[in-house]
């Protein structure tokens, strides 16, 4: 069920209704959990199945953890959870991956096997919902927070559907103390929050669907080698592409929340404004980044080994992060990319370089743009389907490749391309250090109200021209 479908406006238009019945709070957060697990069966109805596995094995093997006295029993509840959770993640996400490598591995010494093809199906958002359960089993046992007595909640936190398929991921600590007490969204939230609905639509219906996709196919879908200033603008598409279609679903997810009365935390900070790469991973994709630091970077270690050892850990999050994004060796070298970058901005750093950036504003501004230029070249990457195609449209934005294809995209789509990119970056410097929110609060109520309209009839616009296309982060 999509956020910009006819189907998800009726479901939610029901969730609400009954939200704001007079229910006890029991039962209103029993309605809930009933519909996220309609929410998700929507797409496929057995894998409901996965979610409530995950649901009782990490209900079971925290609250054993926290009553155990022996560490290595604790440990063996850790495994349990550890390894029904990555297990069913390796077994869906990854299993052909796996077994068309060991094909290849099999063949390179002189071996034929061809295995009959498993045809195993992605369950959509596993990603995201095994993190989010993990988290709280590695926090009980690590002792940064207790085992809840509410198995109601604890499945609620699981499975709340705003953002169970896309994130963001959201924590134990964060989410859970607001199943306590009785509570729906006053009408300052309720509003705001349909504002961010709406606000959450238009990025992905206009901006990432109707304008820039379209634009990012032609390139990343054309066979022959590219002129480079097409090659540039295709990229430059995907990489606004992207943040519109993955930061619309984040802002859809956290105003269907507030109408509801519940808080998630933000996912996007204005990336395309970062200076450096450890800003824009601050600012991207948050709640992933966070969970890598907290139960990856800093399990490894963090920054309290030496130098060699430091850039190791680093190295090791970022190629987990690339291939948490999908089963394929181009997201681990784009991951690896984004390990190389924050090593040399560490680097840099100790020799007093990013300190000599900051002082001044053009020289903040031109690290930003080294940092955008920087980070659609490793989108490259993550939009492309092989290396070979990555390596060849790389090659064609760096004019390293004589064009066989000729006017891909033409002077006006190209123009389009600039026009919203450089529009994006300013409102992304603009509000760098701002909120949505406290924009709108200075805003008078007249401003607002036409910005409202406007996004209406462009959400409405684009409805009846675009395509309709599933989020591109569904897939992981």
Known sequence: MLFNSISFLVFFSIVLLLHYLPFSWKAKKFNLLIASYLFYAAWNPPFVLLIWISTAVDWFAASRMYRSRSSLERRVYLILSLFTNLGLLGFFK????????FVLIVQRFGFQYEPAAPNIILPVGISFYTFQTLSYTLDVYRGNTKPWRSFLDFALF??????LVAGPIVRA???????VKPHVASATQLSWGIVLLLVGLVQKVLIADTIMAPISDAVFNEAGSLEW?????GTFAFSIQIFFDFAGYSTCAIGAA???GFALPDNFRYPYAAIGFSDFWRRWHISLSSWLRD???ISLGGNRTGRIRVHVNLMITMLLGGLWHGASWTFVAWGGLHGLYLIVERIADRVGLMAWILQTFSRRLIASFVTYVAV????VLFRALSFDQAYAILKSMFGFQRPDADGVLGITRIMIVLGVTLGVIGYHWLMRDFSLEELAKRTSWWLQSMGIAVLLITLIWASTTGEGRAFIYFQF
């Open 94 to 101: 990854y299993g052909n991956f796996v077994l068309d490598n």
């Open 173 to 179: 600590a964060d989410f859970l103390p607001q199943c």
């Open 376 to 379: 659609c070249c490793t989108w």
């Open 258 to 260: 507030l109408c509801l």
């Open 295 to 297: 139960y990856v970077y």
């Open 229 to 233: 200033h097409n090659a540039w603008a």
């Open 158 to 163: 699981v499975t709340f559907f705003p953002q």
